[in-house]
């Protein structure tokens, strides 16, 4: 983190049970951000899809907007600016060159309501397992193969979109972030089995706060999403969790525990692997 940055400060992550109902939906996010900040939070993180969740990833493709305007983006931009915070859009669909396809996007807004960054999710989920079945593919179109930093005052903050938490070759060609986003909406079974671990790998591994905002309960399409909307600091510890249905976590984080770990255990400077190219560990 810079120098300007506080020392510390308070991050909230909503944890959200979202419908096919975007006005209603909207409404929800924004009474969660509100309680968020008068909790003290200085930066809001939503989980993916806050805004819809449909019978089907292809129901989205009716309220998919272009980037830049809409109601949606409208509204995290004012409630960004409303509430003079960093807001960590969860995600929207975005559309995109091919009919019938839409990127699912996460956009941060500044306090002035200035969209400062935008990711399209790259890895795209799939799951077959008896009557269970998901493929994202079909609806959504994959971003651009790049790792996403947003600078901010509170420091460098990563982005990633749920399903990327099982490539960590993606978190770690972000550098040296401070803070880990991850938007998400785990299905109740892949959740149970792994999203615990995997939240608290990405941590430790790359020694950063994650904050993972979540969809968490059984939503009108029958779905039912894990939850667990978490915040874990640089050596693995859950600072907070909210197991299931909406609500919120608000906690403090300290940039001087990011140094501390660093500095304690300089693994980041120890890497060698990265040095290699892929092609000759293949």
Known sequence: MSQHTPSSFAVAAIQMVSSADLMDNLQQAHYWIKQAVQAGAKIVALPEYFCFLGLRDQDKNAYAEDFGSGPIQQFLAQAAKQHGIYLIGGTLPLRSEEAGRFYNSCLVYDPAGQCIGRYDKIHLFSFRRGEESYDEAKAIVPGEIAPTVIPTPYGNIGLGICYDLRFPELFRAMGAIDMLVLPSAFTYTTGQAHWDILLRTRAIENQCYVLAPAQ????????????????????GEKLGVWETEAGFICHSINRERIQEIRQNLPALQHRQVALLKEKDIT
């Open 216 to 235: 968490g309960g059984r939503h009108q399409n029958g779905r039912r999403t894990w939850g667990h909307t978490m915040l874990i600091d640089p050596w």
